[in-house]
């Protein structure tokens, strides 16, 4: 059946839809500088605002050899990218044609047109419109709209869509030059972070030699007492051990936070405790808020609990009484962890100065905590800022991106008896709640009993480890336990492996990580 003669009238009023339309979609996809969200949102607004059957947004290829399917509406979108649907560009298809001859074209009726490409993933295409995205000299890719009508468009159609086309462009190359943007200053805080570690590793060497030169004479000595039969020098034996803490102190300062972070979600409040722990500071000396939905940062753990035990540890030495944590949202995306003690504090003109390698206030104190700190965070693309005052106390604030994951889904396995060993903290409520969701029996206790499976927190301040792990072997249990870490180091993997017990693994934030361990 062939449409009829539309009027003046219709002609007229379909125009002014198209073109309200077309302002619709430039008005919502020019902000969006995400390509997987914007392009997706793209088509549904297409599909949406016009009425068609299907749209799909075509990205040309490193090479310029393919259009790339990169959305598409629906179901038979779906299944076209997770086939890696590609178009040659060229004349072997109406998007291919579009991006070669940078022109709309348009199908009236498909199976007239020598371009169109026949989709058995869109069987009820009748009229099809290409339209190219171009941004100057620049083609990156064509939108293809499709109807189940026959004669579908019109030459005023084309206009219309093509404002809307060009929107988009401009849309995508904004995306794509912020994401250049995003890996140019990765690479430049890549050049500059192997900048600043050559220069402290000049410095550290230098360092190192001063420290290590009594130590040679301490040993001269102590082996001439024990040649002799004299009793040693503990004096000798002290300084030997402390130089050589300060020694361990400066490589790991200066190798650990070079390591590429691999981030994943990570629950900020929990870190905090573990680099707590870490520093041996009291549970009850460290209070931490946080505020109603805050969101996981986007953290290498065990990155992120290395800057925060510099802070804390800055904090004992500064002798705090209390250290306050304070973790929130913001309102461009990120984390706010902000840490504030009451301690000796600083003078103005040291504030500047404690992000520079060696430069430290107190004796026998390496100066590589707050300047490793700040490398780690840079490198999660944080920012960190530091407020003291003499007497006063110290408040160090770090801003963290926010991480962005769908809810988890919950794996199903066969039920198990789970005893979770842990105090009743945040991560605890949400292991409980996650792993009994899963269909698992689980218990919270610090005190060892009859599993399954045994899950022991390290950042443990309800009990002592070598007593856990004492429990565990008197309960034949050693085989069943897993450790969990937010940042394993080789000394607590090697005191755990002494004991017995071999598997530990990243403590897990999210619910698939975490019911993955059962």
């Not at 093509?162 to 890549?190: F, G, H, P, W, Y």
Request: include cysteine.
């Amino acid at each position: 059946m062939t449409p009829q003669p539309q009027t003046e009238l219709q002609k007229t009023e379909r125009r002014a839809q198209l073109l309200e339309a077309a302002s619709l979609v430039g008005k919502q996809v020019t902000s969006i500088l995400n390509l997987d969200e914007l392009l997706p949102k793209t088509v549904d607004i297409i599909c949406d605002s016009y009425g068609f059957y299907y749209a799909g947004v075509f990205l040309v290829d490193e090479n310029g050899k393919f259009a790339v399917l990169r959305a598409g509406r629906g179901e038979a979108g779906k299944a076209m990218i997770a086939a890696g649907y590609k178009l040659e560009i060229g004349s072997h298809s109406m998007i291919g044609w579009s991006i070669s001859q940078r022109q709309a074209r348009i199908a009236l009726n498909v199976g007239e047109d020598a371009e169109h490409f026949k989709n058995p993933h869109l069987p009820l295409t009748r009229s099809e419109m290409a339209l190219p995205l171009v941004v100057g000299e620049k083609v990156l890719g064509a939108v293809t709209v499709q109807s189940t009508e026959e004669r579908a468009f019109s030459d005023e159609d084309i206009l219309t869509l093509q404002t809307m086309a060009d929107q988009l462009a401009i849309a995508i190359n904004n995306a794509d030059l912020l994401k250049e943007l995003q890996r140019t200053n990765e690479q430049l805080l890549r050049a500059k972070t192997y900048e600043a570690l050559t220069a402290a590793t000049t410095q550290a060497i230098h360092w190192i030699g001063n420290k290590a030169l009594p130590m040679t004479t301490a040993v001269e000595r102590i082996r001439a007492d024990a040649a002799s039969g004299q009793k040693l020098d503990e004096e000798d034996l002290d300084m030997l051990a402390e130089s050589a803490r300060l020694i361990i102190e400066v490589k790991e300062n200066l190798l650990g936070p070079i390591r590429e972070p691999q981030t994943r979600p990570v629950m900020a409040a929990d870190l905090v405790r573990a680099a707590a722990f870490q520093v041996g500071l009291p549970e009850a000396l460290v209070k931490v808020e946080v505020e109603e939905n805050t969101p996981h940062i986007q953290a290498d753990s065990a990155q992120m609990v290395r800057a925060l035990y510099n802070i804390m540890k800055n904090s004992m030495e500064a002798h705090a009484k209390r250290i306050y944590v304070h973790i929130a949202a913001t309102l461009d995306n990120r984390v706010l962890i902000e840490i504030a003690d009451d301690g000796d504090g600083m003078l103005n003109e040291m504030k500047e100065k404690v992000w520079a390698a060696f430069v430290s206030t107190k004796e026998n104190h390496t100066g590589l905590g707050l300047p490793a700190t700040l490398l780690i965070v840079n490198q999660h693309q944080g920012t960190i800022a530091i407020n003291s005052a003499p007497q006063k106390g110290t408040v160090v604030e770090i801003w963290l991106p926010a991480a962005h994951h769908p809810q988890s889904p919950i794996l199903t396995s066969s039920s198990k008896n789970i005893l979770l060993v842990d105090d009743n903290d945040p991560w605890t409520v949400f292991a409980l709640e996650s792993l009994k969701a899963a269909g698992h029996t689980v218990t919270r206790a610090t005190a060892i009993q009859p599993a399954d499976l045994v899950l022991v927190d390290e950042a443990l301040f309800g009990a002592q480890m070598t007593d856990i792990l004492a429990q565990l072997k008197a309960h034949d249990l050693l085989a069943k336990t897993v450790i969990l870490s937010a940042a394993p180091s080789v000394d607590a993997i090697n005191l755990f492996s002494r004991h017995g017990v071999t598997h530990v693994a990243l403590k897990p934030y999210t619910t698939a990580e975490l019911t993955a361990l059962a």
